[in-house]
């Protein structure tokens, strides 16, 4: 089992920045991959970012150059940022923390956070 809580969304400006956090604790050493997706009412929950186990990153088109993951290991927990900047009212949404683990006999299990709301204002 992997607990994820995501902590640093809020309101901020067009054109600012913002930094999410995601805390992955549990069963952290099982842990491969780890992403954020975001999702507006209405929508599909999308892709953002992901890093993988050996640090790997890929990004969305539409954040790229903008927006900067990063992963590292404190004690008991894995943490995974999110650096978002140039922000526009377009990426207004709940943005969900993601870990692939594996568990058991089952490979890359997915875990969500419970999300962070952002808005960016004009």
């Known amino acids: 089992q992997v607990d994820l809580v995501e902590s640093g969304g809020g309101l901020v400006q067009a054109g600012g920045s913002l930094q999410l956090s995601c805390a992955a604790s549990g069963a952290i050493g099982s842990i491969n991959d780890m992403a954020w997706h975001r999702q507006i009412p209405g929508h599909e929950r999308e892709f953002v970012a992901k890093i993988t186990k050996e640090g790997s990153v890929d990004y969305a088109d539409s954040v790229k150059g903008r927006f900067t993951i990063s992963r590292y290991r404190v004690p008991n927990t894995i943490m995974m940022d999110l650096q978002m900047t140039k922000l526009t009212p377009e990426d207004t949404a709940v943005y969900y923390c993601?870990?692939?683990?594996?568990?058991?006999?089952?490979?890359?299990?997915?875990?969500w956070g419970r999300g962070a709301q952002v808005t960016v204002s004009s």
């Open positions: 993601l870990s692939e683990a594996d568990v058991g006999y089952y490979r890359d299990v997915k875990y």
